[in-house]
């Protein structure tokens, strides 16, 4: 079994036991969370979501990723500009699919 729903204005497919990586979410370690914006289980379709769905996730934890650097460079002037981004995320775990 599997479910397409969404967060974060991203789209996943998930089924139990998965493991996704999304943009952060408001919350702690261990606590719950119910996804009601299904789109699709299985073979039944929802327009554009389906009642009564929910995928319940459990967060496992909140954290950054990796540094980029972004370098900014203009040859004839000798300028070069430096910037780094870590983006936050939040790694759940799918522990319920209901229909």
Known sequence: MFAIFETGSKQYKVSVNDVIYTEKLD??????????????????????????????????KQGKQPKLLIIKHISQKH?????GHRQPYTKLIVKEIKQ
């Open 79 to 83: 300028h070069t500009k430096r910037q």
């Open 27 to 60: 919350g702690k370690i261990n606590d719950i969370i119910e996804f009601d914006k299904v789109l699709m289980i299985d073979s039944q379709v929802g327009a554009p979501y389906l009642t009564n769905a929910k995928v319940i996730c459990e967060i496992q």
